[in-house]
């Protein structure tokens, strides 16, 4: 395993690679790796020749407010979690190798970039698009692998992609959950024993109102106030958001119809958490 924190010697090694015709891979994360994160290694391990891991804590999609400073930094645990996993590569940039002094250019997706998470965390997407595109240039990977966790993140990254008509593939792979099913986050750390514990609400007033609906409910509004109960009589956390949307555009949905997704997002301590289920719903 290379560890490489040069754009420069990591398209050097690539170049070799797709000389050989080798499918290229690539995970990219924020570090502070945890089993959500090794699923979509694995995956990518499976499917791909080499496989390219990037930890970069990106400073360009943390908002005012937002956690960039106690973002948790354990490098050394990484390293030792990708050789275990047989990454071929992790790319470890610094924020100068990655924006140079000066850096102006950014990509924006309209209109999905607004809505949900966008709407609470403005520039947050535009960071998070512009990132990866950087480092889909100097990857060139034959698949991306991104979590469902993220799934607005995944929408807006494919757009982009489609978009740009980058000749990428993009691997959505399923949210990895802890026992109680909280969704497995590296700001689950911030979460006390007991914070974790309550915690567990999100996930299981999804569910039950997947239940719901699959019985016969269509009414969005009675759906999201019924999460909204359980989540406020079950916790102590503040609701930022709860919306049923189209699965695809992210559209909000009145009637619950077609492929819908739940998506909310919740203060909890020092946390701000995320989560969404997902609906077919004839
Ligand atoms: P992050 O390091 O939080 O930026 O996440 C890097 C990638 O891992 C993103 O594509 C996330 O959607 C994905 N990811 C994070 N948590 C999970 C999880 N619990 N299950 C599956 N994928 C995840």
Not at 49 to 78: A, C, H, M, T, W
Not at 155 to 178: F, G, Y
Not at 185 to 205: C, G, H, M, P, T
Request: hydrophobic share 40%.
């Amino acid at each position: 395993m290379r560890v490489v924190k040069s754009i420069k010697v990591l398209r050097k090694l690539l170049r070799k690679e797709k000389l050989s015709n080798h499918k290229i891979g690539f995970v990219p994360t924020m570090g502070s790796l945890h089993e959500g994160h090794l699923s979509l290694i694995r995956n990518c391990r499976r499917e791909n020749e080499i496989s390219i891991l990037s930890i970069f804590i990106n400073p360009k999609q943390f908002v005012k407010g937002d956690d960039f400073s106690s973002y948790p930094r354990e490098e050394k645990k990484d390293i030792f979690l990708a050789k275990k996993e047989n990454i071929d590569i992790i790319f470890f940039p610094t924020n100068k190798e990655m924006y140079s002094d000066g850096h102006s250019t950014v990509i924006n997706v309209e209109k999905l970039s607004t809505v949900l998470c966008g709407k609470y965390r403005p520039g947050h997407f535009q960071g998070v698009t512009t990132v990866v595109g950087k480092l889909l240039n100097i990857i060139e990977p034959d698949t991306l692998y991104l979590g469902q966790k993220d799934a607005q993140q995944a929408i807006i990254l494919k757009k982009m992609i489609d978009d740009l008509n980058w000749p990428v593939k993009v691997n959505i792979c399923p949210t990895v959950r802890e026992k109680n099913g909280l969704a497995m986050s590296s700001r689950n750390q911030y979460l006390s024993d007991n914070e974790k514990k309550e915690a567990s609400i999100l996930f299981r007033s999804l569910k039950e109102a997947k239940h719901t609906i699959l019985s016969g409910q269509r009414d969005s509004k009675k759906i999201i106030q019924s999460i909204r109960n359980l989540i406020t009589k079950n916790s102590s956390a503040k609701i930022q958001y709860i919306e049923c949307v189209n699965a695809d555009t992210l559209e909000k949905l009145t009637i619950l119809k077609g492929k819908v997704m739940i998506a909310l997002a919740v203060h909890l301590g020092r946390a701000r958490l995320i989560d969404n289920i997902q609906i077919a719903v004839k």
